[in-house]
Structure formats: structure tokens, C-alpha cells
């Protein structure tokens, strides 16, 4: 099993739609969150950090459940621009490390 | 505008050759990723520095990889031989060490012929 997992997709939506993403984690001990966008041929870049509280930042929500080992993201009046890989990302801090474990992503593509 | 600069951009190699890429981090980050992604793997983790020490190279195949930090400028991971199987985008990610951004630099296109 890996250790982060995503619907690969593609979630093909028409523009000003409302899109959810799930992404599962198997690491118990993970302790902190993320989600990452990579545009097609492009380097990841971060789009947010994920709370236990969930957070939101313009458009998007971003939320956590620790017990059930799930992290969401949610995209509102989506956008063009908004189409993209979505990768889900868990921060593995045990033992003085920083490794961040990535998801396959998962590929939204946004419609006229 | 500081960013993570990685060359080359693209290389196309034969089977066998070596391969060297190269990073130069954040000026002022203190940790340093390799990662390599592939249609099928995504994003792995290969290497990690940091203050130059290597904290983990567990997701690298030791018989042909290796990973360096010359000096906290610059990044090297070197691939000797190589093989068509090590096509894939790698990319060096640099941080400040807490839990949290990494930023990556545009990656190195690597085919291997």
C-alpha cells in the first residue's frame, strides 16, 4: 500500500464548478500537511498547508482528519487556470527528518 | 526573486554514459532534496541534505547513484552508468529545515537511450 494515495483522475469540470479531492495517508505519525500544484511540465509549487482546524485561502479549503487519515481540498468557482495536478503531501518528522512523501497527484482539468 | 536553479534542463544520453546534474539551492536554506518523478512512481524521494551532511539516501540505488554537497551552494547527483530506466524528471528541492515550504527548482529531463 503506498503511503500517501490519490485518485489519479482526471476530474474534468466546467468552469465555476465545485470540486473536492480526497487523498488517504498511512503514516500515523505524520504531522503536517500539504497541498502541492504542478502545472504540465513544471516544478511543484505549494498551494497550501493543511490544518487540523482546516483552512481556507480565497477559493480553496483545506481540511484534515487525523482519525479517519484523510486530507480534502476543495476548490470553489473554479477556473481555467485552476487546471493542473493536485498532489497530496505528508510530512514525516520522526527522528529529526523532514522527508515529505508525495501522492501521485491527482489531474484536474477545468472547462469553458 | 530567489530560486532553485538546477542545470542542465534537459539531457539526452546513452546507456552507459555518466550523468551529472547539478542544483545551487536558496542561498540561506540549509536542507537539500533530490527527488526523481516518472508517469508511473510520481514523486520519489532519492536524497537528502542537511547542512550539507546526507541525512537519507535510502530511496537511492547505491550501485549507480550518488549524491554530494561540495559546498552549501551546490548539489550534485551523478548517475554512472546509466540506464534507460533512470529516464525520468528529476528534481532538487532545497528548504529551511522546518516542517515546512520546499521549494523546487524547473528539473532536469533525463533520457537515457
Known amino acids: 500500500r503506498k503511503e500517501v494515495e490519490q485518485d489519479p483522475g482526471p476530474f474534468n469540470v466546467p468552469e465555476g464548478a465545485t470540486v473536492a479531492f480526497n487523498c488517504t495517508y498511512s503514516?500515523?505519525?505524520?504531522?503536517?500537511f500539504f497541498w502541492y500544484r504542478q502545472d504540465c511540465r513544471k516544478e511543484p509549487k505549494l498551494l497550501m498547508s493543511?490544518?487540523?482546524s482546516g483552512n481556507e485561502d480565497g477559493r480553496f479549503t483545506a481540511q484534515l482528519n487525523r482519525a479517519s487519515q484523510y486530507i480534502s481540498l476543495l476548490i470553489r468557482d473554479s477556473k481555467l487556470s485552476d487546471s493542473a495536478t493536485y498532489l497530496c503531501?505528508?510530512?514525516?518528522?520522526?527522528?529529526?527528518?523532514?522527508?515529505?512523501?508525495f501522492g501521485t497527484g491527482t489531474q484536474l482539468k477545468v472547462e469553458l | 526573486d530567489a530560486r532553485v536553479t538546477q542545470t542542465p534542463r534537459d539531457k539526452v544520453t546513452e546507456m552507459g554514459q555518466e550523468v551529472t546534474m547539478r542544483c545551487q539551492p536558496i542561498?540561506?536554506?540549509?536542507?537539500v532534496f533530490w527527488y526523481r518523478q516518472t508517469m508511473m512512481q510520481g514523486l520519489e524521494l532519492l536524497a537528502y541534505?542537511?547542512?550539507?551532511?546526507?541525512?537519507?539516501d535510502s530511496g537511492m540505488p547505491k550501485d549507480r547513484f550518488s549524491a554530494e554537497m561540495p559546498d552549501a551552494t551546490l548539489a550534485t547527483l551523478k548517475i554512472q552508468p546509466s540506464e534507460p530506466r533512470d529516464s525520468a524528471v528529476y528534481f532538487c528541492?532545497?528548504?529551511?529545515?522546518?516542517?515546512?515550504?520546499?521549494?523546487f527548482g524547473p528539473g532536469t529531463r533525463l533520457t537515457v537511450l
Open positions: 493543511v490544518y487540523s
Open positions: 541534505f542537511r547542512n550539507r551532511a546526507p541525512l537519507d
Open positions: 528541492a532545497s528548504g529551511d529545515g522546518g516542517a515546512n515550504e520546499q521549494f
Open positions: 542561498l540561506g536554506h540549509n536542507t
Open positions: 503514516n500515523s505519525a505524520s504531522q503536517s
Open positions: 503531501v505528508v510530512n514525516d518528522l520522526t527522528g529529526g527528518g523532514n522527508k515529505l512523501t
